[in-house]
């Protein structure tokens, strides 16, 4: 059974910077669709960052430049580097992989976030 768990999440001040993890287990295959979801407060869910094969990203407008999206040498791995994070960056954020074959979208159970102003 595929799971994916998150860690890094927390408090910080705005400004400041956290780094989100993600490891997919119980797959034997790769997943090279790897992402990060938010959803804050009475909003809806929302991609914030996505990576896909060969290495290209996708980002929602307003973290262009101050999030990051990579994968790790590891296998279904992903990271999230946030940077400059500012209050309305405040959610919970979910690890998503997509299966290769099927197209089936896993999800993590989310690690919160929130930026004090």
């Known amino acids: 059974q595929v799971q994916l768990v998150e860690s890094g999440g927390g408090l910080v001040q705005e400004g400041g910077s956290l780094r989100l993890s993600c490891v997919a287990s119980g797959s034997r295959v790769s997943f090279n669709h790897m992402g990060w979801y938010r959803q804050a407060p009475g909003k809806e869910r929302e991609l914030a960052a996505f990576?896909?094969?060969?290495?290209?990203?996708r980002y929602a407008d307003s973290v262009q430049g101050r999030f990051s999206v990579s994968k790790d040498r590891a296998p279904n791995t992903v990271y999230l580097q946030m940077n400059k994070l500012k209050p309305e960056d405040t959610a919970v954020y979910y690890c998503s992989a997509l299966s290769p074959g099927s197209g089936y979208q896993y999800w993590g159970q989310g690690t919160q976030v929130t930026v004090s102003s």
């Open positions: 990576i896909y094969p060969g290495g290209s990203t």
